[in-house]
Structures are given as C-alpha cells and as structure tokens.
T-cell receptor, first 115, second 116 residues
Framework: GNSVTQMEGPVTLSEEAFLTINCTYT??????LFWYVQYPGEGLQLLLK?????DKGSNKGFEATYRKETTSFHLEKGSVQVSDSAVYFC??????????????FGKGTHLIIQP | GAVVSQHPSWVICKSGTSVKIECRSL??????MFWYRQFPKQSLMLMAT?????????EQGVEKDKFLINHASLTLSTLTVTSAHPEDSSFYIC????????????FGQGTRLTVV
C-alpha cells in the first residue's frame, strides 16, 4: 500500500534560518504529492503540490521537487519567519483508485521558529 | 479554488448523545468525500470514504455503526457520531475530490468534538 515517511519534530530554528523537512514515499503508479500546513486549532491548508516527476511546487517561499528516482518530496525554504511556525504534513494521492482514493499522510512535523 | 465547508467548527456534547457533522462542497460536485480523524499532535487517519448514493467504505478498525456516514447529494456528506463517549473526542476533518481536478483534494476547516 501507499505510505509517507517524514522527519519527526519538533524542529526548532531561528528566524531567517534555512529549512528542510524530509519526506519520502512508497506508492504504486504515479502519485501526486502535497505539502499541507496546519496552524493551531485549524484545518489543513494546501501549501504546494506536484503531480509528476521533476515538477517543482512552490508557494510563499516554500519549495519541493518531486523526485521519482529517490521517491522524495522534501520541503525547503530559504529564510523562515516566526509566522511559519505550524505543523507540516507531507501527503500522497494515489492514482490506482480511479479517483476514489483518500490522501495518505505522513505523521507531521512540528516546526517552531524562534525570533 | 474549490471550497469545502465543514460545520460545526467545534461542538461539546454529553456522553451518550449523538453529534452530526456536515461537509459541503460549495462550488464543485464531489462524488467522493473522505472523513479523517486527528488525535492531538498526531497525523490524520482516514476513517471512511463516502460515495454519493451508496454506502460508505470504512477503514479497518473503524466502527461503522458508531460513525454513520451519509452522502445524500453531490455536495453534502454527513458524519454522525452515535452514542458519543469521551474517547471519541477528537478533531474530525472532511475532504472532497473534484473530478474536474483529479490530482487534488480539498479540505474542510475541521470540527473539534469534545465529549464530556
């Protein structure tokens, strides 16, 4: 079955530091990959996505590249801000279910940015 | 982008009562909706897949008689937690897929359920 593995936190960084959150996946076929962000007490917001190999998703300074050869989708940001503090989920959407599949989530990484 | 509205955003109920959570796709039709549960500081676990006009498909370990799912129309799915107990307290999130955008899923705001 499908699975997503991401680095567990919490990850604590100083403001303006470089961020990397690792994510690897296992899936059959050609899944779509996502990063979602969850702020305290709120639902999930889509941060970025990539639907095929070598695609780069980007949004709000965050980037992630779909690497099929290493089955990875690592999240990066060059200079983090305090407002980036949240929980980040890597997720996979399979293609084998004909549109009836739910997302498979990683366990989430709690990011804490200190001023 | 597509919007999924979930209601209520939070609810407190007494043990033994039932609670209904609604999930609506506001600007697209969703033949398939998904219900997730999230425990504090943990990831989202898929509970069930809701199909319009047919019975929901439950994940292993999820009690279908306790978590009743109805997908009455292409824009509405409901989750009813029956005879709720404190261990059912959790954050419930729905998601919907738009057939016009097959490579993405859209999420509701989530419902914080507290059973006292």
């Amino acid at each position: 079955g499908n699975s997503v593995t991401q680095m567990e936190g919490p990850v604590t960084l100083s403001e303006e530091a470089f961020l990397t959150i690792n994510c690897t996946y296992t899936a059959t076929g050609y899944p779509s990959l996502f990063w979602y962000v969850q702020y305290p007490g709120e639902g999930l917001q889509l941060l970025l996505k990539a639907t095929k190999a070598d695609d780069k998703g980007s949004n709000k300074g965050f980037e992630a590249t779909y690497r099929k050869e290493t089955t990875s989708f690592h999240l990066e940001k060059g200079s983090v801000q305090v407002s980036d503090s949240a929980v980040y989920f890597c997720a996979l959407l399979g293609t084998s279910g004909g549109g009836a599949d739910g997302l498979t989530f990683g366990k989430g990484t709690h990011l804490i940015i200190q001023p | 982008g597509a919007v999924v509205s979930q209601h209520p955003s939070w609810v407190i109920c007494k043990s033994g009562t039932s609670v209904k959570i609604e999930c609506r796709s506001l600007d697209f039709q969703a033949t398939t909706m998904f219900w997730y549960r999230q425990f504090p500081k943990q990831s989202l676990m898929l509970m069930a897949t809701s199909n319009e006009g047919s019975k929901a498909t439950y994940e292993q370990g999820v009690e279908k008689d306790k978590f009743l799912i109805n997908h009455a129309s292409l824009t509405l799915s409901t989750l009813t937690v029956t005879s709720a107990h404190p261990e059912d307290s959790s954050f419930y999130i729905c998601s919907a897929r738009d057939l016009g955008v097959p490579t993405e899923a859209f999420f509701g705001q989530g419902t914080r359920l507290t059973v006292v």
